[in-house]
T-cell receptor, first 113, second 119 residues
Framework: AQKVTQAQTEISVVEKEDVTLDCVYE???????LFWYKQPPSGELVFLIR??????QNEISGRYSWNFQKSTSSFNFTITASQVVDSAVYFC??????????FGPGTRLSVLP | NAGVMQNPRHLVRRRGQEARLRCSPM?????VYWYRQLPEEGLKFMVY????????ESGMPKERFSAEFPKEGPSILRIQQVVRGDSAAYFC?????????????????FGAGSRLTVL
């Protein structure tokens, strides 16, 4: 069975602080995909990143970076110099061959001015 | 190029009524997923459909819930005889392929959601 755990239910930081959102997954598949989605207060879900299980290179996109550690089954997400607009619920998700996505419970990030 | 369109955005029903939620996938997408998000909770998979076929309905409650994706028209999630516990946001997502290759990994594109309130 596939499972995604986001142990941090809520995080509050002050603007300009760095923050890391943890994601740990479980799967018996050798080929799988990992995703992060953002859900701002308006409610829609915004795709942030996709990573396949054979690509352990870390990725940086502006203030966002992702650390994929297959050995620990983790796919953590770091926001550098956080801004108030980063306030949202962030979901980590796991998929085998693009079917039946399993989402974590989400981490609510509040960035205070 | 419109994204995933869901309607209605908000729906209020009394207990025992029926709720119908519609989802038009992105142009070119033939795969539709429905997820439910209870207040302050994560997304729970309900059903995965392709045109005229239900591929995986392992997340659907056994009673009162059904889904379809006809050859023409939007996907419909139907909830009969709604109860208060059905109050939630229902999200539809679409994708273009099954992603059965490393290069074809799906990205789900989500709609804005339909928020059902059962009084």
């Amino acid at each position: 069975a596939q499972k995604v755990t986001q142990a941090q239910t809520e995080i509050s930081v002050v603007e300009k602080e760095d923050v890391t959102l943890d994601c740990v997954y479980e799967t018996r598949d050798t080929t799988y995909y990992l995703f992060w989605y953002k859900q701002p207060p308006s409610g829609e879900l915004v795709f942030l990143i996709r990573r396949n299980s054979f690509d352990e290179q870390n990725e940086i996109s502006g203030r966002y970076s992702w650390n994929f550690q297959k050995s620990t089954s983790s796919f953590n997400f770091t926001i550098t110099a956080s801004q108030v607009v980063d306030s949202a619920v962030y979901f980590c998700a796991l998929s085998h061959y693009g079917q039946n996505f399993v989402f974590g419970p989400g981490t609510r990030l509040s960035v205070l001015p | 190029n419109a994204g995933v369109m869901q309607n209605p955005r908000h729906l209020v029903r009394r207990r025992g009524q029926e709720a119908r939620l519609r989802c038009s996938p992105m142009k070119g997408h033939s795969h539709v997923y429905w997820y439910r998000q209870l207040p302050e909770e994560g997304l729970k998979f309900m059903v995965y459909l392709q045109k005229e076929n239900i591929i995986d309905e392992s997340g659907m409650p056994k009673e009162r819930f059904s889904a379809e994706f006809p050859k023409e028209g939007p996907s419909i999630l139907r909830i009969q005889q709604v109860v208060r516990g059905d109050s939630a946001a229902y999200f539809c997502a679409s994708s273009s392929t099954t992603g059965r290759s490393l290069s074809g990994a799906n990205v789900l594109t989500f709609g804005a959601g339909s928020r059902l309130t059962v009084l």
